[in-house]
């Protein structure tokens, strides 16, 4: 019995790693708009912030430095919630039916998803992480592995959102507007792109409640050194994430029923 639902997890993850590797456009995609974030955004204002008040205020990191975790942890967060899309068009297509009749627990199908739609955040993460090692001054080469293992939790937190979101929607342009309802609040309160001890206190209070600030203050850590939290903290605050998500999805997929 375990070795079919480990096989239905392995099938079902590497469907989803496949799919990403015969699609050249999202992975091209995947990695020049983060790199323009970097580019226009990030040079942009490095200039601006190279003073030594900003230095304190950024932890002692020049600007790039600072926000290049938050750019990579950025990826992996839209790349990962928005993979939950592909269940809106299975169901359209017809395979989300056979994935709902086939003899194999939907647990593992959807567990299978999950891990695979993560992985193919935590590659891209890779690709962006290494192209962006030029921009940065402060850059712990070993840490950067270690941040991607960070990277590989909060892909699956929040493709597990994603695919919980997915579930039951009909169309996927429902799908993005929630998307866009979501997006841009989490990733502003994140503190990727400037301190979350610079934030107003009611601000403060809603960016500890966002998942993904444990994430981006875990990839920093690992990745320059500097951080706000202690690293224990934020993977002990991922897995509870990871746990409960990744159940709240299971849950909704095993009541979704065939139409």
């Known amino acids: 019995m375990l070795r079919g639902f480990l096989d239905a997890v392995y099938v079902m993850a590497y469907r989803q790693v496949k799919h990403f590797v015969r699609s050249p456009s999202r992975i091209i995609g995947s990695i020049v708009n983060p790199l323009i974030w970097i580019v226009f955004f990030g040079l942009g204002w490095a200039k601006a912030f190279n003073n030594p008040f900003m230095k304190v205020l950024l932890g002692g990191l020049d600007y790039l430095s600072f926000l290049v975790p938050g750019v990579i942890a950025m990826s992996v967060f839209t790349g990962s919630f928005l993979s939950g899309i592909s269940v809106i068009f299975d ?142 903290t934020d993977l002990a605050a991922l897995v509870l994430l990871d746990t409960a998500l990744v159940g709240f999805a299971a849950m909704l997929f095993n009541k979704m029923t065939i139409e």
């Open 91 to 232: 169901k359209q297509f017809g395979f989300l039916k056979e994935i709902l009749v086939a003899p194999t627990p939907r647990s593992a199908a959807i567990l299978g998803r999950i891990l695979g739609d993560s992985l193919t955040a935590m590659v891209q993460a890779a690709l962006i992480a290494l192209v962006s090692i030029p921009f940065m001054e402060h850059i712990s080469v070993i840490g950067t592995l270690v941040a991607l293992i960070y990277g590989y939790f909060v892909a699956i937190g929040f493709s597990a959102l994603g695919v919980a979101i997915a579930s039951r929607m009909r169309s996927h342009e429902g799908f993005q507007l929630i998307m866009s309802f979501l997006i841009l609040p989490l990733l502003f309160l994140s503190g990727a792109f400037y301190p979350v001890s610079l934030m107003p206190t009611w601000m403060k209070v809603l960016a500890y409640l966002d998942p993904l600030t444990y994430g981006v203050d875990a990839m920093r850590y690992w990745m320059t050194g500097v951080s706000w939290l202690s690293p224990i």
